[in-house]
């Protein structure tokens, strides 16, 4: 087999591998339980400027820390409008979390983390200014679930965004 025959073998076994890499999910928040969020939230709407409530919003005090609830790669650390200081991590199963509102992150692209490492710290940046501090969590797949889409509004999104209480085990 020529090189670049291995090396397609390799990334196909490292993208399985991914996909069926084993977890256990853990809390993002330092201290936080399953009471520390509304569960009715995921979907909800009215919500604002997105329309529908996309993840679950995690209240802790300012500066709590924001742990990685899987192994992963950082996707993207830095800041934008409606989310403020954000992170972005890809994690088994070819799901992406994404951690919003935060007072600071810690991390830089392409850095491998584990269960457990640091994020971030909870805040109020971005549209949560003014409210109280909290860390929006959301979890996609990038792996399209067609059966989950339906007429709610911006249904079809459903394909994507996973109920982060389910993958909690709230």
């Known amino acids: ?5 291995w090396v397609a073998l390799a990334a196909v076994a490292l993208a399985v591998a991914w996909q069926f890499a084993p977890e256990r999910p853990r809390m993002p928040v330092a201290g936080a339980t399953a009471t520390d969020w509304n569960h009715a939230t995921f979907w909800h709407e009215p919500w604002g400027r997105s329309g529908v409530h996309k993840g679950i919003d995690i209240f802790a005090a300012k500066g709590t820390p924001v742990l990685a609830p899987t192994f992963g790669i950082i996707l993207f650390s830095g800041e934008i409008a409606l989310g ?16 919003a509102h935060l007072e600071e992150t810690a991390t830089w ?8 490492s640091l994020i971030g710290r909870v805040g109020d940046s971005g549209n949560a200014a003014g409210r109280p501090p909290h860390l929006h969590y959301s979890v996609m797949t990038l792996l399209p679930r067609p059966w989950r889409a339906d007429a709610a509004r911006q249904g079809w999104k459903k394909m994507f965004y996973l109920d982060p209480t389910d993958y909690l085990g709230g």
């Open 84 to 99: 403020g200081k954000v992170v972005f991590a890809l994690g088994p199963g070819w799901r992406v979390h994404y951690f």
């Open 109 to 116: 692209p392409g850095q491998p983390i584990s269960a457990g």
């Open 1 to 5: 087999m020529r090189p670049i025959g």
